[in-house]
């Protein structure tokens, strides 16, 4: 197929890397601007979400110091002992990825902030967030003209994304009690327009990096692009239904209705880490057809 | 979930490579040329490549090259045989650091004839 790498373990490796790691910013980010909406959620679950953003950032950190290692041993071709070659590391850190780690880096050294109470810890935070989205502009097809737009969108792009996914565990507490019911319902209300914000962004980088129907049908990266909007179909599918039928069930009062609400977050969760997945590897090994 | 996951691996490692994140480049000798002989190992990028790794494999094994160029990116990069090389299939793999940051590899061969 038109526009796809050579494969091999260590593109294997860098793909399960970058979306780990896809999957700890979004998490570190989600967590303050979650935060900030919701200012009067329940304390436990307020606490959900400081938590999981400050070990997604730590995870994030240490995923982003593998990543050198695993890009210095690609580019080496020495394997293993090229993932401690300090030249090899010295043009890792001289290219994009150097810099996208300095304000990836300090972002989610910002978030751990959100263990501060008070109007400090949830500015510094935000900060944090915003540094981590604009740190992936640094990096990749984003680099593409025109500039500018690319990196807007993708910024949006990712920060909607955060508040979603970031949601995510603090939700299922949430919709352990009914009265949390207004919560989650509020997140619905609110969570309509981010997604159509996150759709329509994704839609417009993809048609900037695409250009052409027979650009998505032709190559490597529009059938992974395929893959990913299909997964993310199924996603919205899931989501609506728990906006439209669950969460005016748990706001009822119908018995099996926490349980089943849930049930369904987690399984966005998993539907969520199949994106990533297919995020990485569209970023990773296939290029987009406006580049070839 | 996991037999989506392994589906979508495979139907990805098992389609043909080419290279991505660079426009076609062109090399010399061209890929699958036949050549008497070969005075330079050529590869011209649409944007400057940073080769990190080059290897040049003949009949008998891998074999010496110096690098002509250095390390920093270049739009075209030259590396010399030190050895003669005899008739045979030869191959060249090589590594980089594209402008925007992706790792890049490629591969070319080419015959010496006698």
Known sequence: MEGLAPIDGWALLAIL???????????????????????????????????????????GLAVLALRFGIRAA???????????????????????????????????????????????????????????????????????????????????????????????????????????AALLHRFGTIASGTVAILVIVGVSFAWLMIGSPTGLFGTAYGWTLIIKIAVVTGLLGLAARNKLRLVPALASGAPSASARLRRSIRMEIIIVALIL???????????????L | MKSITLALVATLATATAALAHSKAEDTTPANEATVET???????????????????????????????????????????????????????????????GHPMQGAFAFTVSD
């Open chain 1, 17 to 59: 890397a970058k979306a780990i790691g896809y999957a700890a910013a979004l998490i570190a980010m989600g967590g303050p601007l979650f935060l900030a909406v919701f200012r009067s959620a329940p304390p436990d679950v307020r606490r959900i979400a400081r938590k999981l953003a400050v070990i997604a950032a730590l995870i």
């Open chain 1, 74 to 180: 690609r580019i080496s071709g020495m394997g293993l002992s090229g993932a401690t070659d300090t030249m090899m590391l010295g043009f890792v850190w001289d290219s994009p990825l150097g810099t996208a780690a300095l304000w990836r880096g300090a972002g989610e050294l910002l978030i751990v902030a959100v263990l501060i109470e008070g109007t400090i810890g949830m500015t510094a935070s935000l900060l944090g967030a915003l540094l981590i989205a604009m740190s992936y502009a640094f990096v990749g097809h984003s680099l593409g003209d025109p500039r500018w737009i690319l990196a807007g969108l993708l910024v949006t792009h990712l920060l909607a994304a955060a508040f979603w996914v970031g949601s995510l565990a603090p939700l299922h507490r949430a919709a352990a009690k009914g009265e949390n």
């Open chain 1, 277 to 291: 997945l297919a995020t990485a590897t569209l970023t990773s090994i296939t290029t987009p057809p406006v580049n």
């Open chain 2, 38 to 100: 070969v005075e330079v190992i050529e590869l011209r990028f649409d944007d400057p490549m940073r080769v990190t790794a080059i290897s040049l494999i003949g009949p008998d094994g891998e074999m010496e090259i110096t690098r002509e160029t250095g390390l920093d990116p270049v739009t075209e990069f030259r590396a010399i045989p030190l050895e003669a090389m005899p008739a045979g299939a030869y191959s060249v793999d090589w590594r980089g650091l594209s402008a925007d």
